[in-house]
């Protein structure tokens, strides 16, 4: 074999290992979110934040009666390229109720972060968004 079919040979043996890295490797296993939804209620012992939630991939996932603290959490895979995955929560405090995307691809792909991580921290003035855990952006209010 001359030297530069070797080259070439090992060109096109590097752009199928990239390839495969870059598309089809995450397409096959995923990309994967912790969508969490959290209780930061100051004093609601009485009262628990009942969170109910709906996948539109995979119907009605359940819901919890959360204490103060207290966390609801799952696991999104998602193709990277064409993927349509969406949650929809419904959050019932008091006489409040609130229901809105906990989780849509399109939106949280990027702003989910590095890691992965959507976190929802409810509160008594409104939900407010994480992807790290400790930086909280209030979204919007109950009403």
């Known amino acids: 074999m001359k030297p530069a079919d070797a080259l070439i040979l090992v060109l096109f043996g590097l752009a199928l290992y990239t390839t495969f890295i870059v598309f089809i490797q995450p397409a096959y296993f995923g990309i994967t979110f912790d969508v969490r939804i959290i ?3 100051s004093n609601n012992s009485s009262l628990p934040l ?7 991939d995979s119907g009605d996932i359940g819901g919890r009666a959360l204490q103060e603290r207290d966390d609801y959490s799952w696991t999104v895979k ?12 419904t959050m019932k405090w008091d006489d409040k ?24 921290l409810v ?6 968004f994480s992807n790290n855990g400790i930086n909280w952006i209030k979204n919007f209010p109950w009403m």
């Open 123 to 128: 509160k008594e003035d409104g939900f407010y």
């Open 50 to 56: 009942v969170v109910w939630c709906v996948s539109h």
């Open 78 to 89: 998602i193709n990277p390229f064409w993927s349509s995955s969406r949650f929809d929560c």
């Open 39 to 41: 209780n930061g209620f």
């Open 97 to 120: 109720t609130k229901k809105f995307e906990v989780f849509r691809a399109s939106r949280d792909r990027y702003r989910c972060g590095d890691c992965g991580e959507c976190f929802w």
